[in-house]
């Protein structure tokens, strides 16, 4: 089985500012990763995925995460924030097997500060 | 525009009540979820379809019932067994069960049982 742990559950930032979002992973297959953003009350929209090939991914809105094997580890992030990033963070994982169930993570609230 | 439908936006019931909350897809997936969302647990995954007139139980199926009679519709219900009802429901769909393939989110269901 598959599970995913966001280790901060809220991160302020100062806008223009860097941000990084954490990601862990346990799996004892080969899995794909995502991160999806959501808006208050919103449904979720896919940021990035990584499926294979550059361990670097850039996904819309300036973000973009690095999938680290060694690690587990798919970090998401965005060198200058603005307000509009405000928002729930979601990392998740899906296995290899030919299912495409997703397990998420808890979530990370990202508020950027003026 | 192609996309994913979820009606009605708020919903509020009575406990003990039935109550069946629509998703609607037009961009001719093959595959649907249901997924329930509580503050600080991300999202669990309800109930899935692959094919018309086929599903299977997520994680958390218990209290709930779906159908799969058409390939754009995958209503989710909603039983009195159901014991903590008031969540925000999520409806996804995806190209297909094969692997990697982004899922595609609705705007949400949030429903409030008293």
């Known amino acids: 089985a598959q599970s995913v742990t966001q280790l901060d559950s809220q991160v302020p930032v100062f806008e223009e500012a860097p941000v990084e979002l954490r990601c862990n992973y346990s799996s004892s297959v080969s899995v794909y990763l995502f991160w999806y953003v959501q808006y208050p009350n919103q449904g979720l929209q896919l940021l990035l995925k990584?499926?294979?090939?550059?361990?670097l991914v850039k996904g819309i809105n300036g973000f973009e995460a690095e999938f680290n094997k060694s690690q587990t580890s798919f970090h998401l992030r965005k060198p200058s924030v603005h307000i509009s990033d405000t928002a729930e963070y979601f990392c998740?994982?899906?296995?290899?097997?030919?299912?495409?169930?997703?397990?998420f993570g808890t979530g990370t609230r990202l508020t950027v500060i003026p | 525009d192609g996309g994913i439908t979820q009606s009605p936006k708020y919903l509020f019931r009575k406990e003990g009540q039935n109550v069946t909350l629509s998703c609607e897809q037009n961009?001719?997936?093959?595959?649907m979820y249901w997924y329930r969302q509580d503050p600080g647990q991300g999202l669990r995954l309800i109930y899935y379809s692959q094919i018309v007139n086929d599903f299977q139980k997520g994680d958390i199926a218990e209290g709930y019932s779906v159908s799969r009679e058409k390939k754009e519709s995958f209503p989710l219900t909603v039983t009195s067994a159901q014991k903590n009802p008031t969540a925000f429901y999520l409806c996804?769909?995806?190209?297909?069960?094969?692997?990697?393939?982004?899922?595609?989110f609705g705007p949400g269901t949030r429903l409030t049982v008293t």
């Open positions: 998740a994982v899906s296995d290899q097997t030919g299912a495409n169930n997703l397990f």
């Open positions: 990584y499926l294979s090939g550059s361990t």
């Open positions: 961009l001719n997936h093959d595959a």
């Open positions: 996804a769909s995806s190209m297909s069960r094969g692997q990697g393939y982004e899922q595609y």
